[in-house]
Structures are given as C-alpha cells and as structure tokens.
C-alpha cells in the first residue's frame, strides 16, 4: 500500500504520518520524488484504516498492491477449478451448455422443453420457480410447485437441472429437491445473506453478474461464498448495463478473457439476458464461445410465442438444436469440445424412460 | 400500447396481428403511415404477450403508453405523500436531516454521536448493525448487539433512528427494537423478497436507489412496497455508478425534480455515499437541498479517523452543525426550513437524559 | 409520430394540439384509451417541432414511428453494401484483416510492418501519422511525413493503406498521398465538418464509433458521409466506455448482429483499442468474427516494446500470423474465409519487390 | 511511478526492470512485500514507455503518482484564474449567467433575446451561429450570418457574446466579429486541432465538458489549450451521458467541487443541455450554484414554442427573469453574488440604445 500526499508536504508531515504506519504494527518506506513523497506500507495491511490517511490534508490518495479477494483468484490457485455435477465437468476442456424455459409453467412444458434440451444434445437444463420480476404485478413464478415441476421433468430424461434461488429461507426446499446447481440471479449479486447461505453448503453455484457489477466486485462475490466454505463457484457473464439502449444489455465478451487470467473459476455467459432479443442468442453465444466462455446459459422454449415471460428471448427447440451444431463446429477448431451426452434419439426416450448414463 | 411494424407489411400480415390483438379481448386501431402501418391496442394491456408480437417477423417495436407503476406515481395521487415519524413529518414543506454513523461500534460511539446530532440541530439518527460490505472479510457490523446500542443511544435523546434491514429474518428483532425508520440498501433494492416483507409492515421504510437503477426500476421497487399496503416509503438517492472514477458516484441531483413530479413520495438524498470523501458531502448537500430534496441522510461520526467503515466521508461533529446552519440558510430562501426541535443544549441533555418534546 | 397526453386531458385540450398539427399540412388520427388520450400525426413529421408539442402542459411525451436514418438504413437498401478498395472487396463473404502499427515511426519500422502484415497474410496496412493523443506533451505524429513513411512501405508490397484524418485542412495530403481508405476516428465521429468534408469525397471511409456514440448516433454521423454522396462507408466497432475499469473499454459485441441488421453497411471490429492489451487481442478478434463481423482492424509492431505509442496493445508478427491462422479456422466452419492473395514469402518480396495482383 | 509484479517474481526478474529503467537515465527503489516487489522510478517518468514494462510478462501493473496536466491543476498555481471579458470577471466570488436561445434565427429574435437577458440582469448573450446537430437534415445554423446578427443584437446591448466554433477554418470569422468567448462543444472537447488553434488566440474559451469524457480527459483537453499559452478557460458542466434515460443527460454536480479542488480554472454549468426540458433547468440551476459554481449557460427565446431548434429546454423572458432572483439569494446566503450591471429598465434600454457600463 502506498500513501501519496500532495506537492510541498513538509517532513513533519511525513512524519505524523509514519508514526501513525507504525504505531499500527506495520513498517514504512519513504519515497521522495522532485514534488510528491510516497511512503510505501509494508506488512498486512488488511486492517489499515485507509480513511484516517486520507482525512489527513497533506494526503492525496491511498494505492494498494494486493487483490482483495484471495480464494477466487489465480494468484491463490492457478489451475482451472473444474466443477463437477453428477460426474459432468463445468470448466475444463469441455463446454457445457444449459437451456430451458424462463420461467417453469406446467408439467408439459418442462416435460417438452426436457425433451428439447436433449434432443437438442445439452447436458443441463434451466427453468426458473422463484422469478425475480421488476414488476409486483407480472407473474411471480410457482414456487416450490416449479422446483417440482422442474425436477419431475428433468429426472425423466437424467437432466441435472439449474434453478434460481431468491430467498435464504428457500433452501431447504432447494436441498430437498435436490437441485444441482443453484443459481444466484444477478440482482441478488451483492445480497450478502444469500450468498453466505450457499457458502455453507456444498451444492455447485452459479453467480450471475450484476448488472452493473464490476469484475472486482464480482468476484469479491464469489469470494464471501468460497470463503464459506463452497468453491463450486461458475461464474456467469449475462450482459452489463451501459448508455446503449438499442439493446437490452450489452454482453461483456471482454470479461472472458480477462476472468480466465484473474481467477480459476468457469465462466459461462448467458446471451439471451444479454440480448434480450432471440435472432441476436446465436450471434452471441458463438462469440462467448470463441472468446473461451466455459458454457452457455440459453432460454429456450416449447413454445416462445406462448411463453408466459421471456418469450422474446426464448429459441425454439430447432434454433437451439441448430445453434448446437453451430457452436460445436467453433468449438472444435479452436481445440475445445461440447460436452457429450450418449445421445439418444428423443422418441426412444420417450418410450422408455430409463436413466441414461452421462459422459463429458 | 402500439405494434410499430416495418416497412412493406402486408394487409395479411396486420389481420393475423389483429386477429392475436382480438383474441386477447382487446381492440385495435389502424393507422397507415406512408411506409410503416401502427397498430394500436385499445383496453386493459398489462396482460399482453408483448413477446408474441415481438416475434413476428414483421414486428420493428412494440410502445407502451402506461406507466408500470401505479400506486406511487403522481397520476395516482396529486398530493405528496407525508411520512409521520414519531410525529416528525418526513416530505412537505420542511427538510429533515438524518445524521450518525456508517456502523455502529460501541455504546460510548453511539452516545457521543447523538449528542453531535442533537447539538447540530438534526432530529433523526442513523448506524448501521448489519452491514453490506463489498469483502467478507471486512467488519460485518455488530447484528443485532448493534440494534441494541443504536437504540439505546437513541433514547436517551428521544432520537428516532434509522437502520438497514438485509435479511428478511431480521425482521422482528427490527420490530422487537422498535426501529422508526426501515432502510432498504441500494445492493437490495431489487431484493424483491424484502420488498415484499416490509410491505407488509406500518414502518416507514427509506427505499435507497440501486447503484445503477433507473428512475422507472426504483419506482418498480417501490411499488412492491406499496401493493402490500405500506405506503410510508422514502426514496433517497445515493449516487450512480457511472464511466467517472474520480469520485465514488455521481449523485443525480437531476433525479431530484424528476421524481418530485413523477411521484408523490418524499425524495431524501445521501451525499455521503455519492462522493465518498468528507469535503464533499457540504457541497453535495447543499446542490440537493436547493434542487428539492425533501432531507438528508449524513454520514457522521465522533471521530472519523477511527471510524471502523468509511471514515473518510464522515463529518465530524462540528462539521456537521456548520453545515447544518448552511443548509438552514438556504432552505429558507427557497420557501422552507430544516425540521426543528425544542433545542435544547448538549449540556443539559448530558446532565438531566429527560425525553425532549420533538416538534418539525 | 405519436403525442401521448396525460391522464385527465380535456377534449378542449386535444382540440389545441390537433389545430397545431393541422396548421402544419398533417393529420391527426385519435385513439381514446381509458386514461390516456393518443394523438397520432399522420404524414411527413420531419419538420415538426417537437418542443411545442412537448411544451404543452398536458403532453405527457413524443414518440417517433420513423428512423432518423435514411440511406445507412437496411430499410432504405435491402443488400449489403461491399466497399471496394483496389478490387478487394470490404463487406460480403470475405473477411478482411487490417493489420500495423499505432504510429508511423520511421521508414524501416514501416518496412518491417508491411512485411508482417505480409507474412501473416493480411490484405491491408494501417498506421497514424497524424494522432490523435490525450495529452498535448506525447508524440502527436508526424504529419505529412507520416503518410510519405506509409504510403512508400505499402506501395512496395502493394498494400491498400487506412491511415487517420483529424483536420479538414489536411484532407488534399490525403489526396495527394492516394490514401486507400481514410478513417475518422473515435474522437472526431461527430465532427460534423470532418464527416460533410468526407462525404464529398470517393475514398471509402472507415467511421469509427465514439466511445460513448449509440447505435443511433453513430449510424446519423454515418448518414452525413452518405448524404454527401460517399456511401463507401466502414463502420468500425471499438470498444465503448462503461462503468467497469478493468480493461480499457469493454467491446461491444451485441452492436455487431445489432447492425447487420439495421444497416447495409460492413461492420468491423478493432480489438486491440477495445482491449487496450495485447494478450486480450486473440479473445476479442475471435469473437468479433464469431459473432458476425466483416473484417478486423489490428495493432501490430515489428517490436511492441520499442513502439512510440500503444506498444502494450501492439501484436509481434508472430502473434499476428498466429492470430490471421485461428481466425480463419473458425470463419471457415461459420461459411466465410479471410480475404485471400496471392500469397508470395515475404523474402521473395524483399528481392524484387514487383507489385502483386491482389484477389479477395 | 510504481511497477507492481506479479507474486513469485524471481530476482533476475526484478533486475531486467531495473536495467531497463536505469538505461532511460532514472532511478529506482525496490519495496519488498510479502507476496509482490513493487519497483518505484524516480526521475521525470514523462517519457517512459510503460508498454514495454507491461509487455514484461512477471508485471502486473504500472501506477503513476504525477498527474498528467500541469498548467491547470491547482498544484500548478494555486489562486483562482479569474478569466476577464470586457472587464467583466468570470471566477471569483460573483457568478455569471449567459442567457440567450441555442440558434440564431431572425434579427428580430436576436433582438428579443437580447432584451429579455438584459432584463433578467444577466451580463452575457449565447448564440449559436454554427450548430453541431446530430441529423443532416436539420437547421445546420446560419453560419457567418449568424454571428453578424448574434453580434449586432448584442451591441446594441453592449453584451458580450459567447458561441461556438466547430471548424477550424472559421476562426478568423470569429476574430472578424470580435466573438468575446469562443465555445468548444462537447462533440469537440477532443477535437485537439481545434484546441491547438484556439490556444494560440487570446480569446476566452468555454470548454465544454465532453459527454462521456473523465474529468481527467477534461482536464488535459484544456491542457492543450493551456499549453499553446491562451489560459483563459473556462469549464462547463453540461451533463454526462449514464444509463439513465429518463432524462437527457445528468448533471454531474459531484464535478463541481471536485474540479474547484483540482484545477484553478472557473468552472460553470449548462442547465438546459443537462436537463434537455425547460421545467428542470430551474432545480439543476440552484443545485449548481449551491454546489459552488461559478456561473451558468442557460438557454432562453423570447418564444421557445416557435425556436428552431432545442425548444424544449430553452425558458421564456419571464422564466429568466424569475430563475436569477432565485439564484441571487440562494448565491448570497452562501457569500456570492450574481454579476451585477448598472441595470437599466428594458424600456428605456429600447428607447435610446446607448451603451450601458458594465459592472462585475
């Protein structure tokens, strides 16, 4: 950590102000430029009263060296922290992508969004029971009726399912469901409570970004849950807000790189959120892939035109399927794959049901 | 609401999107422009798919002309909302000043920091007990030990109090302590949970705006407060995350007169959070008082360069009740008056501790 | 054209606004919702002050059914544009690659980034002789003898040349010089007297966006060039300016699929300005091309460490020719190809220097 | 400056850095923490090229302690610049109002505005001659013809005038019509020809702030007019662009203060640009003066239902004249005043349109 002060600071001053470095256990070195004099903090500076300093008026700013998160970032682990749901890698070499309704409405329309998400050859499906609306008047989600709907749908065709959790007085409905990936949506991403909650527990985590989250925040984010205790911690990129409007969000493709330099963590991106339109998800997720996002989040439905939120977002079960082969191609030119399923025929499982084993 | 479709629609193409308009029990009007037709939707839109139109290849936009919110616009209700606190009208023709600090630390800290905001003249109090902090590895304030010294302090002075609410399972020791006012933080404005929870109580609640929420996002979060029946809601701007790095947040004091003619709720501001430097916060305060702001929410503290958070925006006492006093000045020359109390010395207080009749 | 009063508006009142329409050659259409009253202006709204209507007491607010932007528009122009520049075509099929340095240095470095640009199998050189720099006290170009460095060291390798124009007075240099392709830069995109001075000319144009410009913004200062005459126009996506400090800008690319859908224009993307480092480069240039982009726009030096400016942003030829080798793997599988020449080894250039015919 | 390395940096390592600074004739200083070296340069660091330190890949950052303007900051010179017009200060302790419309249109109307400035009692007259608009197809300004009607109204009233410059080749127009203060629009602040020019004048200019740019970029901008040797600048405030939409801009009023700490220049705020609609200017107005500006840029018409452009945001003669006698008391509760004239009833100026004297 260093203090700056302003130009013309006198050596008394430097010297109150390396008294009060000491008198905190830490030592000091002085620096003395043509016009400033920075004085250097060496030792764990973690409890430095930064503010002290800077009410002094000679001060002009304060400069720290190290990260404030620890756990999450590269500099702690520098191997690629793979996440492992039901024997399914997330980060690694495989791409993983997850797709299924916004919101879950009946036991149809899990069933067939279930069906398109393995016709279509991705290995994890969405569907949300507790929606966080903007509006108080718009549909709220089912509740614990669409964890079930959910899970029911899912368990027919051996799909690990993903699901948003809202409220800490929720999870043991999400642990008695046995969700497979809790996803912490990303207005809730700075909701400490929350975030200690699924600290405590073992259950992979998906953190969305905050709409307006910088990189250091989120992951000082991830960093209250891993410093809980759970590391099966997937980052999720969903778009940022900026002054463009023309589209919903604009998705921060920058972010890719740069989070697979700073921290170990997979990072997937959500590119129906980040586009808000259905024609822009393909455009979108091929760039996240080429980027080298570890996975896809998509909305897709049986039915958008139907869908009771979302729908202008939502693929059809064709577009996901050809937006697979897509990504697929990309995927493997650039020395990475789709995660892999033994794939078969949707009309087979329907008939018969029987669990299917998993491969990456 | 308005379908805008794009140029060389077909009149089939209109009829399909009339027929959809029609199913839904809603009718249409026609108007032809010379390249793009515009569909309009006549009756009781909140319902419509706008997904299902979006969809339509032949769909450039669809606008809506109602507002999504209701019962906290001014349409709604002409006249402002006054919030009682204790007798204390928040809103109306005086300005309230909320003073104390970011988190409270001990008994000693918080009984010294009511007497600063007695002698500055202010006639509510603030600290925090559970505090959202950006690390976890930072304090996380005291909990509920903190309530109990917030409250006590605040006693003594007859001082209603103001403190943050970030777990709805807080909630009955916030009402076990009788705390006078709610603060919903800006991390949690979209903490939809908690919006609900509070809007089931008769406290009044200071809803603060998200980092990056927009004007028509706050009143959302607004009115969740308001549909479950508690319309004691104070909207305080605290600063917006911008591209500046300069300073903290750019308050947005144009948000000031928006929102007095857009809704009825009293309109307070934080210029503590927005710039996040002590020097600031008279400039800031003043620039809201005279753009409208119906109060204040200050940072202070007995003594900022041991405060254990943010020191460095903390006015100290006699900070404080300078500003105070310019603020006073030019509330009167724009036709109103900071809150007044029977004042009564510091001394006296620190002598007799006997209730003050409080009077705005 | 659409005026939406607010709740309550008197019959009286529409009266007023239809007689302000009327007076000006146009027609109303009325649409009577429940609270809301809708004036619809039917005809050629172009000159229609909006400030009157909006300056009326009861007008709640204005709404445009009409782009601002005529000729750019895919409305107006249903193919896409394909800008030739020497037979080689920007837009379509191919994807083109702009390859050199931030600045023009000295002859010898322009020697040896032609080579690179060569070697790596890119159609085209980019260099500034003229800079544009925050600071009055960095190297500023040099000017004149700038373009003279570029324009020899591309001649001998038959490389087209994009070079930056800032001065209206500098356009006959840039003539005199047979500048390929002049581009006008993120600081100048609405330097409405640059862009009227290049919409006379033929030279195509690359138009970059603004660092804050919307969509809407930077496809009006591209209707400037085109009203002019110029049509031969370039839209270059670099980055745009957000809350987020990590990198320097964050790339927009939403605004790719966004525009090839909104105007017939090519699209291409600068990854090296959006990421502000070199090693971000790779990741953003593969998901430019990835998500939809018609070429790229490339910092590349014969020695990063030496460059005079932008050195942390600049490829080594190495990292170029590798980079030219993924890119064209990945818009192989998507259907395009990278612009092709005849590839001749850059020592056999070095002998005889003969011009080479060039194919897309 | 400080080089900050990454963790586990070998000591051969550290001494390639300092070799390579060393060989640029500075010095360094080697800070040894736990975990990372930070090496401080000592010297005059203008011309290290931190690309190459950062191009070292064991270097995760550069930080400079120097700021990167000089003539501006506050450091530089400590005293207020008070910048003089006709003998009118603009800085200091009176505040300075410049009303007028944004286009010149008639004589007539010139004429009109004029009166109404005078009327309200403000000392200077805005005009645009020469008008930035973002469409081609709307009123581009009269150009030379502008100016001679903004110059012959403003005579007859002995106002000195202030309007902007967009092109370099009219400078001598501007000199032609004695144009007392040149404006630089926000498109322009780093349009750095225009910069260069005008800092080799003795004019006054009014920077305007760009509308996404730092306060840093902002700063330098008036560097380069600084450092051609014109420092008669003046810095206007006019709004930045955010995510915001419901308004046009905001009102950066955090920038006040920062910039009356940073730079010794007079800072004033355009309202009307800020804002975008005649009912907020009069909020945004007293929240700039209360902030501690030095003056304002408001835009009036003696009919703005009838301007020609931007009549939404412009206030009528009344409005004016209401809005200074607010201003003027909340000015001299804070110790200021409003730059008075030897004030002369409209009527009379009418009457014999003798030059009146001018007093700060």
Known sequence: MFVITKPNTSSEQIATLQAMVEDLGLQTMIMQGSQKTVVGIIGDTKHVPEGAFLNLDFVECVKSVSKPYKLVSREFQKED??????????????????????????????????????????????????KPRTSPYTFQGHGEKGLEYLVEAAK???????????????????????????QIGTRNMQNFQLLKEVGRLKVPVILKRGMSATIKEWLMAAEYIAAGGNTNIILAERGIRTFESAYRNVLDVSAIPF???????????????????????????????AAGADGLLIESHPNPDQAWSDGE??????????????????????????GQRNVVPVSAYSLDKTTQPLAA
């Open 313 to 338: 977002q939502a693929l059809t079960p064709t577009e996901l399927k050809d937006l697979m082969n897509e990504l697929r191609l990309v995927a493997r030119v650039l020395g990475r794959d789709l």
């Open 81 to 130: 922290t793979i996440v492992k749901v039901r024997g399914i890698p997330i980060g690694g070499k495989a791409i993983q992508i997850i797709a299924g309704p916004c919101s879950v409405e009946t036991p149809q329309q899990m069933q067939a969004s279930a069906e398109a998400v393995i016709a279509a050859g991705a290995l994890f499906m969405r569907g949300g029971a507790f």
């Open 259 to 289: 989070l697979k330099r700073e921290t170990h963590l997979p990072v997937i991106v959500d590119p129906s959120h980040a586009g808000g339109q259905s024609w822009m998800v393909s455009a979108l997720s091929l760039a996240a892939i």
């Open 156 to 182: 027919e065709y051996d799909l690990p399912v993903v699901t948003e959790l809202m409220d800490v007085r929720d999870i043991d409905k999400f642990l008695k469901y046995e969700v497979d990936i809790i």
